[in-house]
């Protein structure tokens, strides 16, 4: 996740000591109607520019949803990314019926997805050309 405010989890090591993905959550614990309520769409970045008033860097982007229109988030991405126009035009995955989060001064209305590796640069989830802004992703 990419929110400004979501911090990843990360397992506890000794200072030095090689950090290590999460362990997955049991089976069972999560269910397809779980899912189910999650409206996840493809979205394509038109905007990207710095939040300077974030507390961890970060960048507001602006995210056409097609017929859902176009939304604004916060996205910690400037460790990958540090050039903000590479992000233009890209297809990403967000969830978009979160509630609005107030991040550093503006309403946040999507959570774009990206991987969590341990070294903390964030990939965004990306989708091939040949889906459309607002395209479910099931």
Not at 24 to 43: E, H, I, N, W, Y
Not at 44 to 68: H, K, N, Q, S
Not at 76 to 92: E, F, H, Q, S
Not at 99 to 104: D, I, L
């Amino acid at each position: 996740m990419t929110d400004e405010t979501a911090e990843p989890q990360r397992a506890p090591g000794p200072a030095g000591a090689a950090a290590h993905p999460p362990p997955f959550l049991d089976p069972g614990s999560a269910t397809v109607d779980d899912f189910q309520k999650l409206d996840l769409r493809v979205g394509r970045i038109v905007e990207a520019r710095p939040l300077p008033a974030a507390r961890v860097p970060a960048y507001r982007l602006t995210i056409d949803f097609g017929p859902g229109g176009t939304k604004q988030s916060s996205a910690r991405l400037t460790a990958t990314y540090p050039n903000p126009d590479v992000l233009l035009g890209r297809l990403i995955v967000a969830v978009v019926n979160f509630p609005p989060r107030r991040v550093a001064g503006f309403s946040s209305e999507v959570l774009v997805l990206g991987a969590l590796p341990v070294s903390g640069r964030i990939p965004l989830l990306c989708v091939d050309e040949g889906a459309s802004p607002g395209d479910p992703i099931g």
